[in-house]
């Protein structure tokens, strides 16, 4: 009976519940007219928020000064998000002022002047993708930021985050993710990080920022997609990462980013997107569980299914063997075609067909992130807190994950049920998963940088 | 924010006399930038004296007091915490008045990646000297976010570069007796367990471990924490769990009891997939939770997975999932502990 005693988790989880039934009892309240303007994106007044962000921040804003290509991420990807193009000139404004940010030995600062830092060289090369012109990509300097990449690489097989700075998963990530985007991605840089990686996935089966530390949505989505583009997917134990993931979400709809703690809005891309890239993961998931290839397409959607190529059996093929013959790390085991495969795993990823369904309620998603997260102009964590740049452009991708991730393949638009709410005003762009860029721009750059 | 309010005595830099050497630099944005921020004409003119002795490498007493500014008006420069590491060093400082320092800035930035790193540097200079300081300091952060995860990798640092694990089974205990629903506190306590030089690890804990467990899962079998923590202790040993009674018994009584069932249900469907044989009781302790449209001629395993798609429906897609794969799934048994293995 002690234990019924109303602990601080549950007095916080009572407080949060009750204010989000609030807001779904209303909802179910009104007539079905009504619910559907509820449920509307608020596209002009994000809109206007974003822009508005791009031209003007308040004093408040000094606080994020070592962070501001990543408040350029936010809002552009946002924008992208929303369908929406930036004129020339803010165009050229970016392009400016990302350039003035880079390092003159490669890399990206938080500001004109400051240190290279991997996040915010993530957040740098993600905007000037998304910006999209031959002007935006070829004004990085890809061979500069190779050596950066390298300089941070750790004895522990990690990355720091800048010279001097943290080793963890996070950093891992933004340097995988960037090498891969630009096409400068080698063995020496990828020699270690999955051992790093691997230490970090704890015992509930979610993967944490340093070895020992707790399972966390944000790094759990940072570890997935740099062992995916490593092409070293199968050493995670899967089948335990997923059981991780579906429980985080709660009954407010949306994702809490570790067991027993709040539903937060962003979670709806970080846990969201790790259930989104397993969908794409059968074929190794199926191995772990035991399940030969013909049983495990028996679950699936038969369509997509029949589409299997052979390129994508040799490719998961290819790294059960490498786990088998080295299982320690995968050093020297490599030849030449498995280093052009991996430097374009990002394309052929997307590329598979998605032979599982979503293991997660895609449509109560989109209704915590609709109700609860959509304000006037912007998107927050959950009611009672403010809106931020951050949030909302965590938010749209989440929701945009959820939109897309009942399609058999890359490019299929949703069908009508499969969105909530209104579908044409609602329904946003789709993203790649593992880089978190509007996938057409994805496109964009590969062709750009892989120089077809 | 209130740190400008308090600093409106300050003196600008530009009508300081010992400053009066330096030139500023003022910030490199260009003509038109996007994303500017409005600073005010403080946080412009240290940033811009910042910048003159950075370039300048100027490893000075001054460089250092002004990096202490500069930090007050943003703790989350990197950049500047990393020229205030190189002065310290150049100084030769006492670095217990930089933990002080630390101290300060600390208290209102407890979730800055650049606070927590500067200290773990600090705490590696001042090796053994640091444990106490550190363990209580990561304390007082926990008495009102027993949860904050910088504090925890910290302290997780602490502990195994420098020591001090005599009582952090005990500090384990107290924070979840004082919230049994704190994960961070329960993954602590799996750290210790298997992590402390003076325990014996893992195998050694293990009984007196999922006695504790179990005990916290028939206060609250709603608890998601304390279940992934019995998985935890039998990671890469499935077999035994299969084989612990208490496991079997502890599910048998919350399948039994009026409580939430669902994550008796989830441990059951593995033990089953590894080769578990229940007992006639918790057969039917199943039974009763069968749904009537279920054939009762179903195997177990797939029954199991039917009453968690009625009593889990926001999870309704991963339990028909998890259906789908159990046909051949004994044999994830060997593979999870080989993958587990591996992992060492
Ligand atoms: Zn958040």
């Known amino acids: 009976m002690e234990s019924r005693r109303v602990t601080k988790t549950l007095e916080d989880q009572g407080m949060v519940e009750r204010q989000v039934r609030e807001i779904y009892d209303f909802f179910y309240s009104i007539p079905p007219n009504s619910q559907s303007v509820v449920l509307e994106l608020q596209r002009d007044k994000h809109f206007d928020y974003l822009t508005r962000g791009l031209r003007k921040l308040g004093p408040s804003f000094s606080v994020l000064d070592a962070n501001r290509p990543w408040i350029s991420y936010w809002t552009l990807h946002s924008l992208a998000l929303l369908g929406e193009s930036i004129d020339a000139k803010l165009e050229n404004d970016a392009i400016d002022f990302l350039t003035r940010c880079q390092d003159k030995d490669g890399g990206y600062g938080g500001g004109p002047g400051q240190m290279p830092h991997l996040a915010t060289t993530y957040a740098a090369v993600n905007s000037l993708i998304t910006l999209g012109s031959p002007k935006a990509l070829s004004s990085i300097n890809r061979e500069k930021l190779y050596t950066f990449l390298l300089r941070m690489k750790d004895t522990s097989g990690g990355f720091r985050m800048h010279d001097g700075g943290e080793v963890d998963v996070r950093a891992c990530y933004t340097a995988i993710s960037v090498a891969n985007i630009l096409n400068i991605v080698d063995d020496e840089l990828i020699h270690g990080v999955g051992n790093y990686i691997l230490s970090c996935q704890t015992y509930e089966g979610g993967i944490a920022g340093e070895p020992g530390a707790e399972a966390h949505g944000g790094y759990t989505f940072c570890g997935l997609a740099a062992m995916i583009l490593i092409n070293e997917v199968n050493r995670l134990d899967l089948p335990r990462l997923i059981d991780w993931v579906v429980f985080r979400q709660g009954v407010e709809g949306g994702f809490q980013g570790r067991t027993n703690k709040l539903v937060d809005g962003c979670y709806s891309f970080w846990q969201g997107a790790v259930a989104f890239l397993i969908q794409r993961l059968n074929l190794v998931v199926h191995e772990q569980l035991g399940l030969s290839n013909d049983l495990g397409t028996e679950s699936a959607d038969d369509s997509s299914e029949s589409e299997l190529s052979d390129e994508e059996e040799h490719l998961e093929g290819t790294s059960s063997h490498v786990e088998e013959t080295c299982p320690l790390g995968q050093e020297g085991q490599e030849n030449a075609s498995d280093t052009t495969k991996k430097a374009d795993i990002g394309y052929e990823f997307i590329n598979r067909p998605i032979a599982m369904r979503p293991l997660f309620d895609s449509m109560y998603l989109q209704q915590y992130v609709l109700l609860c997260s959509q304000i006037d102009g912007g998107f927050r964590d959950k009611p009672g807190k403010g809106r931020d740049h951050y949030h909302t452009c965590y938010c749209l991708s989440g929701l945009s994950i959820a939109q897309y991730s009942w399609t058999n393949e890359a490019d299929d638009p949703p069908l009508h049920r499969d969105v909530f709410g209104p579908y044409s005003r609602n329904l946003l762009e789709q993203i790649h998963p593992l880089f978190n860029v509007e996938l057409d721009r994805y496109y964009e750059a590969r062709k750009f940088f892989s120089g077809l | ?344």
Not at chain 2, 137 to 151: G, L, P, Q, R, V
Not at chain 2, 199 to 221: D, K
Not at chain 2, 258 to 264: D, E
């Open chain 2, 1 to 344: 924010m209130d740190s400008g309010k308090e600093k409106r005595t300050r003196i600008p830099f530009k009508e300081r006399p010992d400053w009066a050497d330096v030139k500023p630099v003022p910030q490199d944005d260009g003509p038109c930038p996007v994303v500017p921020i409005a600073y005010t004409e403080d946080f412009s003119e240290t940033l811009d004296y910042f910048r003159a002795i950075y370039i300048a490498d100027e490893r000075s007493p001054r460089a250092l007091q002004l990096t202490a500014e500069a930090i007050q008006l943003n703790p989350g420069n990197y950049t500047v915490w990393q020229f205030r590491r190189v002065v310290l060093e150049s100084l030769g400082v006492d670095l217990h008045e930089e933990l002080k320092f630390v101290d300060r800035i600390a208290g209102e930035n407890t979730k800055n990646y650049q606070i927590w790193h500067h200290r773990r540097w600090l705490a590696e200079k001042l090796g053994a000297d640091a444990v106490t300081t550190e363990l209580e300091f990561t304390k007082k952060i926990f008495s009102e976010d027993a949860k904050n995860y910088h504090a925890w990798s910290h302290r997780q640092w602490v502990l195994q570069a420098l020591g001090g694990w005599e009582d952090e089974l005990a500090y384990c205990q107290q924070l979840l007796g004082d919230d049994i629903y704190n994960n961070s506190a329960w993954n602590q306590r799996y750290f210790v367990v298997t992590r402390s030089p003076l325990l014996g690890g893992l195998a050694a804990m293990r009984e007196l471990e999922v006695n504790y467990t179990v005990q916290a899962i028939r206060a609250s079998p709603e608890n998601e924490s304390p279940w992934r923590y019995l998985r935890g202790l039998y990671k890469n040993d499935t077999q035994s769990l299969v084989e612990d009674s208490q496991v079997a018994s502890v599910l048998l009584d919350v399948l039994t009891s009026k409580n939430s069932h669902v994550h008796a249900l989830s441990l059951l469907l593995d033990l089953l997939c590894h080769g578990f044989e229940p007992s006639q009781e918790l057969k039917s302790a199943v039974d009763v939770l069968t749904p009537q449209s279920c054939s009762p001629d179903l195997a177990l395993t797939k029954r199991v997975c039917s009453i968690l798609e009625h009593a889990d429906p926001m999870r309704v897609k991963y339990w028909n999932w998890r259906k789908s794969t159990v046909p051949v799934q004994s044999a994830q048994c060997q593979n999870t502990d080989r993958l587990a293995n591996l992992s060492m």
